[in-house]
């Protein structure tokens, strides 16, 4: 196992995700974990990630007392990257100082000896381009360390001590544009921390049907909310294969789905998944309660608390049917929300921790008491999606693009009972969006969706005035949802989306298209 300690780094997950996809398995925890987890792991390498403190700050994150005896006495390989190279140097003995000039950015940097265990035998110094975001420099080594890489403005880049087993980059290698960050974080991995590349996602996959089936009692049930994304698609799945048909789904029809998503959804769990569903048409029960309503927050606490009362409701038919309530929830939860709140496997912690508000079904109530079963909670979307390919999930169906919980409801600006709005919108996203597949360019778009705009314009259509509704068009690439860019798509493209939405449908006179990119903005617009 590499063990990643974060110290608060934006790009410490990112760490992970390039050891993964080397075949080598790897976890973080968060720097504050105590020395027994850290030990519990048992890693044969420990990678100190980089983060936004000065090592000379008061209660600076550091690594535990007797951190580097420990890795001495047990053979682990240590990797400074950054914060993590001058923690380094500064708990060893060397002299940390604020740099007079800090490298942020692309910068050079030129490799000092012919041979180092770092960048292997060279014929001559080479020089690669590395990204850097660092304020303090390493001006003293501790003894025993040798500068090996050092930057065009001549601060240390790379330090090793290879008797200790211990070396440090001051710049990012997991980033792309390090351009040869990889290949460095790979020699140091196979070449020095002798590890070797065999970690494969089937593998994970028999194991969490192994640990499903031992968490899961043979007179137990599981029950699990399906939304129609890949997350929740994929854990049931998971747990389908290993439970059978003790677990009971739920697909909640709320009345803010997309264009016919009921009956898309309910035949790929049915017909390529064998999912046992049960389909709930709560549409009237969420409207009724959404009447009248505008304000975003209350519009969004409204449907999380109908979401539960009918899963509740749900619980209670079975606890009928069954003659005993189900004690598991299933739930699609990822890797990046539970880092800080659950610590890996083998970690020596308890991995069953009762349902908290932040997750994804909305808070359940603590009195339901369930236990939860989340067979994603190691891995990341890449490999979520990957995974479901094992699972014979359509490759259409893992490649659609994320749909907030809340549904249109957050897409019809104000109260979403009025004016026909939510089938008006219905149609005009399905426009949109048949447009973009048509083009081929669904996959390069992160979430393409359109916006149901409570303000009426004046239109000209058969040579009548109209006096009628607008809707908005936002698509956006990114990578996470976090930061996000508008799509540029060609006029002649938007030009053809604007005419078949007014031509086709009824209550629309005009198209407009958002080019904001968040920041500022957010994804949706409620
Ligand atoms: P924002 O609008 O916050 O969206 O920039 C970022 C990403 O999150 C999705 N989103 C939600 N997903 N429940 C969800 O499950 C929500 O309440 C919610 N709000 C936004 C949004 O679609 C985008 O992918």
Redesign the pocket.
Known sequence: VVLVLDFGSQYTHLITRRIRGLSIVSFCLPANASFDSIKALNPSVIILSGGPHSVHEEGAPSVPDGFFEYARENKIAVLGICYGLQLIVKVLGGEVKQAASQEYGRMLIKTTEKSSKLYGDLEEPTEQQVWMSHGDEAVKLPEGFTVVARSSQGNVAAIENASMNVYGLQYHPEVTHSELGLETLKRFLLDIGGISPDWKLQDVLTEQIELVKSMVGPDDYAICAL?G?VDSTVAATIVHRAIGDRLFCCFVDNGLMRYKEQERVMETFKSDLHLPVTCVDATEQFLGKLKGVSDPEKK?KIIGAEFIAVFDEFSTKLEKQLGKRPAFLVQGTLYPDVIESCPPPGSGKSHSHTIKSHH?V?GLPAEMKLKLVEPLKWLFKDEVRKLGELLDVPSYFLKR??????GLA?RVMGDVTLDNALDTLRLADEIFINCIKEAGLYDEI??A?AVYLPVKTVGVQGDKRTHSHAIALRAIT?QD??T?DWYHFNTKFLAEVSSKICNTVRGINRVVYDITS?PP??????
């Open positions: 939304s994304g969004r994804n909305g693009h994320p749909f907030p919980g809340p957050v992160w979430q969706f990114s949802g976090m996000a968040k903005a957010t994804v949706e617009w409620e």
